[in-house]
């Protein structure tokens, strides 16, 4: 089974900006209301560029967790 990643956008800290929206090569997030939006979450990767350019901290990725190959 596959593990899916997990995107947070802490509403009250983003200004609307687009950079991650710009930014993401799966389009998972999307503008709404000035606010970004998750949106296609089944498409996210965890490449976690949202909210390593997020310039004001305003995303948390939690990426697939790794299955190990013992």
């Known amino acids: 089974m ?8 802490n509403e009250s800290w ?7 929206v710009d930014i993401c090569p799966r389009q998972v ?13 089944d498409q996210c990767t965890g490449c ?6 997020c310039p004001d901290f305003a995303i948390e990725v939690h990426p697939p967790e790794r299955k190990n190959r013992n």
Request: proline residues 0%; contains cysteine; aromatic residues 2%.
């Open 2 to 9: 596959n593990q899916k990643a997990s995107v947070i956008v």
């Open 14 to 20: 983003c200004k609307g900006c687009e950079i991650c």
């Open 48 to 53: 976690m560029m949202c909210e390593l350019l």
């Open 29 to 41: 997030l999307v503008m709404e209301n000035f606010v970004a939006k998750v949106d296609n979450i």
